[in-house]
């Protein structure tokens, strides 16, 4: 489900003075291999304030940090602390050769890594608050930037992870969106996400995850995937009626009467109504519950 593993800096010589025998290539490789493997959170830690941390260091690990939100869309998470010399530490104990400064060597000020306790050369605690702050902004515009384009199953993945006891940092930001909210929603009241057999019909009930208010003209706009969903008169029809108080046998009854001649064969209606609903419900816009 996860790997978890401790990138700390984009820089190499950041991370021998680390002592963690890793490459700065070794980390992206890290990620390509496991992005190939299908998992559904790859998470890297990332430290601020460490030794001979500098502007131009932070700016590789930035550099770096975008790099692999990019090469792992919808995977790759990361989060951001401070350095924490804790005693026993060969940076504790010799933090000169670190080039960094205790400012807090008891921890009074907050917890472990949520707080300035050192700064490197050159930097003060501010720089170090601005640089998280930063650090967390980049993060945050480049995976917004990469929803729209984001594949609909690992969207749906990330959304249904709580269901593993997991809370990744893309399922957080996917459900600011009304949409992407109201269907983890319904999903987590029971509701499913597709039915097969035209049989299901008269005991499932469609219910649209969108305000139907939000369709100006039979379009709907959806900003978080910046797409525009055009409706036909008919279409509208079914995502009126997927209101969640009816069931699809009803829809089909009553679309069967308003758009299609006298005769026509009713498994016609109802595979076209059922493969319709399927696609919206591909799409995030739909659920079904089931009549009670």
């Known amino acids: 489900v996860r790997v978890q593993f401790g990138a700390e800096s984009g820089n190499q010589e950041v991370l021998d003075m680390y002592n963690k025998k890793i490459s700065v290539k070794q980390i992206t490789e890290a990620v390509d291999i496991l992005f190939n493997t299908n998992i559904l959170s790859i998470f890297a830690n990332f430290i601020i304030g460490g030794p001979l941390e500098t502007r131009e260091t932070?700016?590789?690990?930035?550099?770096?940090?975008e790099d692999l939100i990019i090469r792992a869309p919808g995977v790759f998470?990361?989060?951001?602390?401070?350095?924490?010399?804790?005693?026993?530490?060969?940076?504790?104990?010799?933090?000169?050769?670190?080039?960094i400064r205790l400012v807090d060597q008891d921890f009074k000020t907050a917890s472990s890594d949520s707080y300035v306790f050192a700064c490197p050369e050159g930097l003060t605690k501010n720089d170090l608050l601005k640089m998280k702050n930063e650090f967390t902004d980049i993060v945050n515009k480049t995976m917004i930037k990469l929803i729209p384009n984001l594949p609909n199953e690992i969207i749906k993945r990330q959304l249904e992870s709580t269901f593993l006891g997991?809370?990744?940092?893309?399922g957080t930001l996917l459900i600011k969106d009304k949409i992407y909210s109201r269907w983890?929603?319904?999903?987590?009241?029971?509701?499913?996400?597709?039915?097969?057999s035209v049989d299901?019909?008269?005991?499932?009930?469609?219910?649209?995850?969108?305000?139907?208010?939000?369709?100006?003209?039979?379009?709907?706009?959806?900003?978080?995937?910046?797409?525009?969903?055009?409706?036909?008169?008919?279409?509208?029809?079914?995502?009126?009626?997927?209101?969640?108080?009816?069931?699809?046998?009803?829809?089909?009854q009553m679309a069967g009467n308003v758009y299609f001649s006298p005769g026509t064969d009713l498994s016609v209606i109802r595979n076209k109504i059922l493969n319709y609903y399927n696609e919206l419900a591909g799409e995030f816009l739909l659920l079904y519950k089931r009549f009670c």
Not at 77 to 95: A, M, Q, V, W
Not at 166 to 170: I, K
């Open 166 to 170: 997991l809370v990744t940092n893309w």
């Open 184 to 196: 983890m929603q319904l999903r987590r009241s029971g509701c499913q996400s597709s039915i097969t």
């Open 200 to 252: 299901d019909q008269n005991i499932f009930i469609p219910i649209r995850t969108f305000q139907i208010d939000l369709v100006i003209d039979s379009v709907l706009f959806w900003e978080s995937r910046q797409v525009w969903i055009t409706f036909s008169e008919f279409e509208f029809f079914l995502i009126e009626h997927a209101s969640g108080k009816i069931t699809m046998e009803e829809i089909i």
């Open 58 to 65: 932070f700016d590789k690990t930035l550099m770096m940090v």
């Open 77 to 99: 998470e990361c989060n951001s602390s401070f350095l924490s010399p804790y005693l026993g530490t060969d940076i504790r104990k010799n933090f000169n050769k670190y080039k």
